[in-house]
């Protein structure tokens, strides 16, 4: 099983800027869609972005237009560029198959306040 590891988070003030990644420890390759997901306190965790294979991306209304997903199928990374931030998109971020699968990796804290 394709273990997931986060990273790329911070505090950040409002419109500020984060790139998040995802390293697996095997080939995404095969895996049709990623997805990075948040979860905020005393709320659900949500979708927040995807990607197939094949490039083709799909994003919450909430981040169209301020983030963007990308991959590299040869370095098995999964990236989240995170522009235009908002106190609201604090939350733990995780990455994960999209639709996901247990277990979910330790998340990556992005935390915007000024």
């Known amino acids: 099983q394709v273990q997931l590891v986060e990273s790329g988070g911070g505090l950040v003030q409002p419109g500020g800027s984060l790139r998040l990644s995802c390293a697996a420890s095997?080939?995404?390759?095969?895996?049709?869609?990623m997805g990075w997901y948040r979860q905020a306190p005393g709320k659900q965790r949500e979708f927040v972005a995807g990607?197939?294979?094949?490039?083709?991306?799909s994003y919450a209304d909430s981040v169209k237009g301020r983030f963007t997903i990308s991959r590299d199928n040869a370095k098995n990374t999964v990236d989240l560029q995170m522009n235009s931030l908002k106190p609201e998109d604090t939350a733990v971020y995780y990455c994960?198959?999209?639709?996901?699968?247990?277990?979910w990796g330790q998340g990556t804290q992005v935390t915007v306040s000024s």
């Open positions: 095997g080939s995404i390759f095969r895996i049709n869609v």
């Open positions: 990607i197939a294979s094949a490039g083709s991306t």
């Open positions: 994960n198959r999209a639709p996901p699968v247990r277990p």
